[in-house]
């Protein structure tokens, strides 16, 4: 017999949040690599290869990972996978499915570039939450996040996650002068009647594009007001993330 040997790429842990995954206890793991640039992303050491390159050293084992959750049987709720983007990790799957063996929740961070590993995943059950990223109207996403965006994919993956085969939150980083009132309208339709969007405020700390780290947060008062617009398209909860 054939053991299935799985590698899971694995650049850090945090072994307890409580606010990253809804009314949980979890732990965290992220992935290293991604399949956007987002010219705003503060994790340029989960993005860039040659960052990533010379991380390596303190990957975190598989095995580790899994025995850490060993170890927390009763204790935590769930595991959280973030990224960089987790989809693109080749043993995903396979991992997720160890994790579930061990009667551990899992939520998914994704930038819904890969629908169909997100929609495989939900069809076999292996997920019980998803974050997705909306960063921006359809038509602006290559801008902001880069050519190996696709558009088409980002809205399957909204098109999928809003038929509610998973619970889901969609989140979005609002950045003055990327998002407007009219790109908050655009992506307002695009979103209409979702169940839950977190407007997140942006930081302006090192990002992939140096030019990002003189924007500003928008004001509390501006996201307010979007919030309302969300609000007029059907959008069932909607909450500011500081
Ligand atoms: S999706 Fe964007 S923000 Fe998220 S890790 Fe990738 S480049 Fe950074």
């Keep these: 017999m054939r053991l299935l040997v799985t590698n899971m790429l694995i650049s ?16 965290i793991i992220f992935t290293p690599g991604c399949n956007m640039r987002c010219r705003f992303c503060h994790n340029k050491e989960f993005v860039l290869p040659e960052e990533i390159q010379k991380m390596r050293p303190s990957f975190i084992s598989e095995k580790t990972i899994l025995n850490f959750l060993n170890s927390r049987r ?9 990224g960089g983007e987790p989809t ?28 169909d590993v997100l929609k495989d995943l939900v069809h076999e059950k292996l997920v019980d939450y998803v974050a997705m990223d909306v960063k921006t109207t359809l038509d602006r996403y ?26 889901y939150e969609f989140r ?5 002068g990327e998002h407007t009132e009219d790109v908050v309208r655009e992506m307002a339709t695009l979103l209409r009647e979702a169940d839950t969007l977190y407007l997140q405020t942006f930081r302006p700390e090192v990002t992939l594009d140096p030019l990002f780290e003189s924007k500003k947060p928008l004001s509390q008062e501006t996201l307010h007001s979007y919030r309302t617009i969300f609000k007029e398209f059907g959008i069932k909860n909607i909450a500011i993330r500081q």
Excluded: C, W
């Design 172 to 176: 979005t980083t609002m950045i003055d």
């Design 142 to 167: 290559k801008d902001l996040v880069g050519n190996m965006a696709h558009p088409e994919n980002i809205k399957e993956s909204i098109d999928f996650l809003k038929k509610g085969s998973v619970a």
């Design 12 to 27: 850090g842990v945090q072994p307890l949040t409580l606010l990253d995954y809804p009314d949980k206890v979890a732990a």
């Design 74 to 82: 009763g204790k935590l709720d769930g595991l959280v996978i973030s």
């Design 88 to 115: 693109i990790q080749p043993d995903l799957k396979q991992f997720i499915t160890k994790v579930r063996d061990m009667n551990f929740l899992v939520k998914l961070d994704t930038n819904g570039n890969l629908p």
